[in-house]
Structure formats: C-alpha cells, structure tokens
C-alpha cells in the first residue's frame, strides 16, 4: 500500500500538466497554492490510486496526466488522518489549503514524476 519508514513517507499526487508547470517553477520541491474552489490538498497513499486518477481524469480533462511521488516527514504528517474515500485502497490525506506552505517545508527532497499518460492524437489516412 503506501510506503513509510521512521523519518519519511512516500506519496503520489496525481496532477495535471498546468499543475506540473507550476511544480516545476517551484524547483520541484513544492506545490503551488490552492485555487479559491480547492481548499483541499489531496495528496494520495497508494501509486495505483493516482495512476488510475491521472490515466482516467486527468487525461480526459486536460490532455495529460501525470503521477507524482515525494516523501514527507512522517511525524508531521500524523497531523492529518488517512481518509477512505472509497474503496479500501482508495486512501487519501487531506491537507487544508492554508496548511500548504507547512506541508511543503517538511517535503524531503524533489517532486519527481513517475508516470505520464497522453490523450492520443487521431491520424489521417
């Protein structure tokens, strides 16, 4: 399921690719301030769940999707419950939007993306 050890936990955030360009501004080491209609932060515990949201949603909805892996500081993130938000696998933080700069100075490390999905361009004959 999700990876931790005493001092970092691994997570996935699936993203889209506007959200990608402004993680990339940041260096990789962080993520960008929440629009007004997202005052939640949905990191994800699991890789298959954010593969599944950046394959199926993103991709529909932006073109592209993209899954994300980064570690934080696991005695910070004892702050935040683990959320089922749905099927058993189906787990979730969910990090208030002006929590975000907190959430960002105990990431360990860069952003890196691990998977990419593209919508497929239909061809001519």
């Known amino acids: 399921m999700f990876m931790t050890s005493q001092h ?56 592209a999707g993209f899954v994300t892996r980064f570690e934080v500081e696991s005695e910070f993130l004892t702050r935040y419950p683990i959320q ?15 929590e975000l700069d907190d959430f960002n100075a105990h990431i360990i490390g860069e952003i890196r993306v691990v998977h990419e999905f593209h919508r497929f361009a239909a061809t001519a004959d």
């Open 8 to 63: 970092a936990t691994t997570l996935w955030r699936p993203t889209g690719p506007k959200e990608l360009d402004l993680v990339r501004e940041l260096k990789w080491r962080a993520w960008p301030p929440r629009l007004p209609e997202q005052p939640i932060f949905y990191p994800v515990l699991n890789e298959e769940y954010a593969i599944k949201i950046a394959r199926d949603w993103n991709v529909k909805y932006d073109g």
């Open 84 to 98: 089922q938000a749905g099927g058993q696998t189906i787990l979730e933080l969910w990090v208030p939007a002006e």
